[in-house]
C-alpha cells in the first residue's frame, strides 16, 4: 500500500486540477492499492510546517521509502519516475 499527502494553497482551479490529475494517474498505476490525502496549506500550515513544506504543490510519498515531488505534476511518466513507480520489469521465461 502507497500513502501520499499532496500539499496545496488554496482550492483555485489549478488546485483541483493538480487533485483530479494526479487521482487518475494514482488510479491508473496502482488500483486501489494507495491513499492520498490532500492538505491546503492555508488551513492546515501546522501540517506543511512538520513536513518540512516550503512551496506548494508538493506530493510527499510517505510509504514506502519517502519521496518528495515539487512544482509540476502534470505529466504522469513524470511523476510515476520521480516517485519509484516508473515501469517495472516483465519477468522473464
Not at 483541483?16 to 488510479?27: G, M, Q, T
Not at 491513499?35 to 510517505?62: F, M
Not at 511518466?77 to 516508473?86: C, E, H
Given at each position: 500500500?502507497?500513502?501520499?499527502?499532496?500539499?496545496?494553497?488554496?482550492?483555485?482551479?489549478?488546485?483541483r486540477r493538480?487533485?483530479?490529475?494526479?487521482?487518475?494517474f494514482l488510479?491508473?498505476?496502482?488500483?486501489?492499492?494507495?491513499?492520498?490525502?490532500?492538505?491546503?496549506?492555508?488551513?492546515?500550515?501546522?501540517?506543511?510546517?512538520?513536513?518540512?513544506?516550503?512551496?506548494?504543490?508538493?506530493?510527499?510519498?510517505?510509504?514506502?521509502?519517502?519521496?518528495?515531488?515539487?512544482?509540476?505534476?502534470?505529466?504522469?511518466?513524470?511523476?510515476?519516475?520521480?516517485?519509484?513507480?516508473?515501469?517495472?520489469?516483465?519477468?522473464?521465461?
Amino acid at each position: 500500500m502507497f500513502e501520499f499527502m499532496l500539499f496545496i494553497s488554496g482550492q483555485s482551479a489549478r488546485s483541483r486540477r493538480i487533485i483530479s490529475d494526479l487521482e487518475s494517474f494514482l488510479s491508473d498505476e496502482l488500483g486501489g492499492q494507495y491513499t492520498l490525502r490532500i492538505v491546503d496549506v492555508i488551513e492546515h500550515p501546522h501540517i506543511a510546517q512538520e513536513n518540512g513544506i516550503l512551496a506548494t504543490p508538493t506530493l510527499l510519498k510517505t510509504s514506502p521509502p519517502p519521496k518528495r515531488i515539487l512544482g509540476d505534476l502534470s505529466g504522469k511518466r513524470k511523476v510515476l519516475d520521480q516517485l519509484g513507480l516508473g515501469p517495472r520489469p516483465k519477468p522473464s521465461r
